[in-house]
């Protein structure tokens, strides 16, 4: 073989061996770009080729997330948000007067409840389809639940009146937390709820009384119409003192309880339908909440 043919086949073995070397280097390029890319990859005028799968065997390990602030919160459903809780106003002296529109007035009943009266006063309240407020005795409610029950499913409202009718001025803070809390849990268990009102005997008030009901979630509600039916004035002079001191936003104070109340139980008959007549609508206080 010449010298000449030696080099022209040398020439064409090392223009091959580029070719493919080119070719090579160009396939790889193409196979990582399209395994980057996850996209078909097309080299030349072939067709688009899918890359290739992943090894078979475990998936290699990947770097944990850190978790976010929304992901740690758990879900809430469809349900209405929950409700903050309420906080009971601490007040300096008693509410006199509900508000309301036009002539709107709050019957309420202290003392009891007692199985000789109360129920009398529950059957008229339920002729004329009127509702009431019951400030209850701790030592009277706690053998009468079946007559809280009965106020509860009527739709009168049940107050908290201490445990025994004492002055409140003359006990200690924690009497009085005692006379309070005692009460509380009697209408809990024969109501169903805990009172929202609470009422001091003899409408004695002090500062340490104002602070424990509100801490108790108690408002303090007084009244405007002393019927005095306590007294025994008679059951003309109870209703007498009613219509006169009728007015709107006016509490009237009676008794269901704590002595004979044969005459507050047949005045109510008699002033009740006059007050409707009249245009009065008898209705329970609502609460205010901070």
Known sequence: MTKDQLLTRLSAT???VLTRRRALVAGVAAAGAAGTAGVFAVVGDEKPVRPALPAAGPPAAARPLQPSAYRLQPLTGYGPPEAAPHRTLVRHEPMLKVSGRGRTMVLTFDDGPDPRYTPHILDTLAEYDVRAMFFVCGEMAVDNKDLLARMADEGHVVGNHTWSHPLLTRLTRSRIRSEME???????????????????????????AFQLGAELGMDPLAWTVDTLDWTRPGTRRIV?????????????????AGGDRTQSVRALRDYLPRLLDSGYHITVPRRQYA
């Open 14 to 16: 090392k223009a091959a």
């Open 182 to 208: 005692r009460t509380c849990d009697v209408i809990e268990d024969g109501y169903g709820e805990r009172p929202e009102w609470f009422r001091a005997p003899y409408g004695a008030w002090n500062r340490a």
């Open 240 to 256: 007498g003192r009613v219509e006169n001191g009728a007015a709107p936003g006016v509490v009237v104070l009676s008794h269901d």
